[in-house]
């Protein structure tokens, strides 16, 4: 079945460091791909995604490239703020599937 | 509204007591998700609606989990007989196209409800 792998934090960075977090998938088909964001005390939000190979997804200096022959959507950010500070998890939505699949989480905290 | 909410923000039960969670979705959206999400994990899909059709099931751990949506707007997820590893946060989410048509949709979600079962 299909299936998301990230990272395990926690990542603990300074200010204007480089970010990545890598996510690899297990997917029948062309399953589209995201990150999505929990800030402190929040719901979950959609950070970014990606529809078809090669795809790049990217919002508020955070990228990821849709990468079918390693089955891979790593975020990357190449200089993190505290306000960065949060848990973010991969997700994927495959074929005719409704609901989103996600990763565990990596817990992202940025020190001034 | 102007966002997915969800009530009671806390839950608080004895083990063996019945619990409902409700969720309002964005107005207009057209499905509806239930997910779960233990401390530490990821989300954990339970259930999906399109209106008021339950469209897959197959995340609900056993028969004491229900949910419905019966005028394709709020849904409540009803918890029977619960059980202390019934506690973990439970997630609502809602999207303006129909799951399952629409692969790349965005869900947006609410601020969830915590359910502690002691």
């Known amino acids: 079945g299909n299936s998301v792998t990230q990272m395990e934090g926690p990542v603990t960075l300074s200010e204007e460091a480089f970010l990545t977090i890598n996510c690899t998938y297990t997917a029948t088909g062309y399953p589209s791909l995201f990150w999505y964001v929990q800030y402190p005390g929040e719901g979950l939000q959609l950070l970014l995604k990606a529809t078809k190979a090669d795809d790049k997804g990217s919002n508020k200096g955070f990228e990821a490239t849709y990468r079918k022959e390693t089955t891979s959507f790593h975020l990357e950010k190449g200089s993190v703020q505290v306000s960065d500070s949060a848990v973010y998890f991969c997700?994927?939505?495959?074929?005719?599937?409704?609901?989103?699949?996600f990763g565990k989480g990596t817990k992202l905290s940025v020190k001034p | 509204g102007a966002g997915v909410s969800q009530s009671p923000r806390y839950k608080v039960t004895k083990r063996g007591q019945d619990v409902a969670l409700r969720c309002d979705p964005i107005s207009g959206h057209v499905s509806l998700y239930w997910y779960r999400q233990a401390l530490g994990q990821g989300p954990e899909f339970l259930t999906y609606f399109n209106y008021e059709a339950q469209q897959d099931k197959s995340g609900l751990p056993n028969d004491r989990f229900s949910a419905e949506r019966p005028e394709g707007s709020i849904s409540t997820l009803t918890i029977q007989r619960t059980e202390q590893r019934d506690s973990a946060m439970y997630r609502c989410?809602?999207?303006?196209?129909?799951?399952?048509?629409?692969?790349?949709?965005?869900?947006?979600f609410g601020s969830g409800t915590q359910l502690s079962v002691l």
């Open positions: 997700a994927l939505r495959g074929g005719s599937q409704g609901n989103l699949i």
């Open positions: 989410a809602s999207s303006l196209r129909q799951g399952g048509l629409a692969t790349n949709e965005k869900l947006f």
